[in-house]
């Protein structure tokens, strides 16, 4: 079992910065795939930004060149980098990691960008 725990979220202005950050317990032994999803309000979640534990990363379009994802293997920790905030940001962020068969999601954190 792994649970993961996602903070940083919060109130920020449009054009402003926020950094997430996922820490991972438990069997952290088997992490190979671990990423940030989110989801709007009256939205369904979507998965935003991955990262192997290689180091290889993901980004969906919307966030490409704005959201940096990061990962501490040896601290089982992930962050998301956000930059460049936009108010069609707002949403909950997940953690999510994946242990083959098993996926593991955090409790979410509120981002919310006003404009």
């Known amino acids: 079992q792994v649970q993961l725990v996602e903070s940083g979220g919060g109130l920020v202005q449009a054009g402003g910065s926020l950094e997430l950050h996922c820490a991972a317990s438990g069997d952290t032994s088997c992490l190979p795939g671990m990423a940030w999803y989110r989801q709007p309000p009256g939205k369904e979640r979507t998965l935003i930004a991955g990262?192997?534990?290689?180091?290889?990363?993901y980004y969906a379009d919307s966030v490409k060149g704005r959201f940096f994802i990061s990962r501490d293997n040896a601290k089982s920790t992930m962050s998301l980098q956000m930059n460049s905030l936009k108010p069609e940001d707002t949403a909950v962020y997940y953690c999510?990691?994946?242990?083959?068969?098993?996926?593991?999601w955090g409790q979410g954190t509120q981002v919310t960008v006003s404009s």
């Open positions: 999510w990691a994946m242990c083959r068969p098993n996926q593991y």
């Open positions: 990262i192997t534990d290689g180091g290889s990363t």
